[in-house]
């Protein structure tokens, strides 16, 4: 397959990496404080153009590819050094408004969409919860039909950017519907009565937007609010592929921000009379660390370019890249802090803050034992992969 990038995909990188230095200079304080300024951050990917990229034209999207998603969101990471960056793209392209594109109702996708792609009010996700992170189809979450609306209770956790988005897709179960089959999605806005949103603990990394708690207590919405009915939850998670890319391309910048810090540092450093790029033990660990980010941007533009005719990445190569990327990243971020001697350890250089950040997703989008029971399903056809204990309800296939 040929990955060679055209003039417009230049010129989009460019961009993206420009968009990304620019904001680079803040990333310590910001990591330190815990506090992004959110809204200009989004400013600044807006006047970039670098909002809704993949979206259709129709609602104001930019109708760019899943491979021009990746392409500037990996320069965007490598170039700022930081994950926060990456969020507004995430929210007007990645897997929220792909599951509001797959709303049953046209009257859904023209109430939010428009909104969504121009990161007027932009959305994050909202699966995991308390008891049930890897466990999905376990969720207790509810929708039940109070005439014409539908009232929601439960509690979501780990909600990046919960207090900073204002729409929330929601994984609910309807009607009490055991398993995958009650599985559906709905909006659930901001300041809606019965809605909590808040911060949620501190994080080792990827800090300065929370990943917090949406608390819903007896929250009414209208049926637009409906993305999906119950039956739906393999459709839906289609969406998350959109999302693997994404984890992909923080992978790819951020173990790629580490090389480059790395490579500076051993240019840089003396000992025994030569920089240490010199000793072989030291060009050698480059070599390793530039050779996995050249396969894990393979695996990443492979899985990309799966994307065909509308349809979002095939699940398979884009999981095996982000089950790939969650490994080879955190290696590549803890080699470039070992390569830093003493100074890696200290907040005075960028690399740990980048290995905090790295390490912190390693189970986000799913933990590597979750990632690779999804690829046993679809490269082991009659081998039964199911982790459920008998009697309880199977766990939906995602396709
Ligand atoms: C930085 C970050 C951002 C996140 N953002 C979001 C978000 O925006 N929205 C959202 O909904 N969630 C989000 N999450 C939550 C994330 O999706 C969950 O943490 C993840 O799915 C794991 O669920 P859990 O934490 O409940 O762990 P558990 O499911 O309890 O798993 C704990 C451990 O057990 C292992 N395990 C579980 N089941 C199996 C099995 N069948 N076989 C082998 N091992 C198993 C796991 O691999 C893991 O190591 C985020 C998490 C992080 C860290």
């Not at 490579?263 to 030569?274: D, I, L, N, S, T």
């Not at 050249?294 to 005719?309: G, V």
């Not at 290995?355 to 989008?365: E, P, S």
């Amino acid at each position: 397959m040929d990955f060679t990038l055209s003039a417009q995909q230049l010129e989009l990188q460019e961009r993206a990496k420009a968009a990304g230095a620019a904001l680079r200079g803040r990333s310590a304080e910001w990591d330190r404080s815990n506090k992004v300024p959110y809204s200009e951050v989004v400013e600044h990917v807006r006047a970039h153009g670098l909002l809704g990229l993949t979206m259709p034209t129709e609602y104001g999207g930019q109708g760019l590819t899943a491979m021009d998603y990746l392409i500037t969101v990996e320069a965007m990471f490598r170039n700022s050094q930081f994950w926060a960056i990456g969020e507004p793209l995430f929210a007007t392209a990645g897997p929220g408004p792909c599951m509001v594109m797959m709303a049953e109702s046209q009257t859904t996708r023209d109430k939010f969409l428009p909104d969504l792609v121009t990161g007027a009010r932009q959305c994050a996700i909202a699966l995991t919860e308390p008891d049930f992170g890897s466990d999905l189809t376990s969720l207790v979450t509810t929708a039940e039909r109070r005439g014409d609306d539908w009232v929601l209770n439960g509690k979501k956790n780990f909600v990046t950017g919960a207090t900073v988005n204002q729409l929330y897709a929601v994984f609910v179960r309807f009607d009490d519907i055991a398993g995958h089959r009650g599985i559906g999605a709905v909006i659930v806005e901001e300041g809606m009565p019965g809605v909590t949103i808040e911060a949620g603990p501190e994080f080792l990394g990827c800090r300065g937007i929370p990943h917090g708690d949406l608390t819903l207590e007896n929250v009414v919405i209208p049926v637009e609010n409906i993305i999906r009915g119950p039956g739906s939850f393999g459709d839906l998670m289609t969406a998350f592929n959109m999302e693997r890319l994404h984890n992909c391309a923080f992978n790819l910048g951020m173990a790629g921000a580490a090389y480059d810090e790395a490579e500076r540092f051993v240019r840089e450093r003396v000992a025994f009379g030569r920089p240490l790029a010199e000793f072989q033990a030291v060009y050698h660990a480059l070599v390793d660390m530039w050779t996995d980010l050249e396969a894990l941007r393979l695996m990443a533009r492979n899985a990309a370019a799966s994307a065909i005719d509308g349809n979002y990445p095939r699940a398979l190569e884009t999981t095996a890249a982000k089950l790939y990327g969650a490994r080879v990243a955190s290696q590549i971020t803890l080699k470039a802090l070992e390569l830093h001697g003493g100074y890696g350890a200290t907040t005075n250089y960028a690399i740990e803050r980048i290995h905090r950040d790295v390490v912190a997703t390693i189970v986000a989008g799913g933990s590597p034992p979750v990632l690779r029971n999804a690829i046993a399903a679809l490269i082991l056809p009659g081998v039964s992969v199911s982790q459920r204990s008998a009697g309880a309800p199977q766990m939906a296939p995602v396709s």
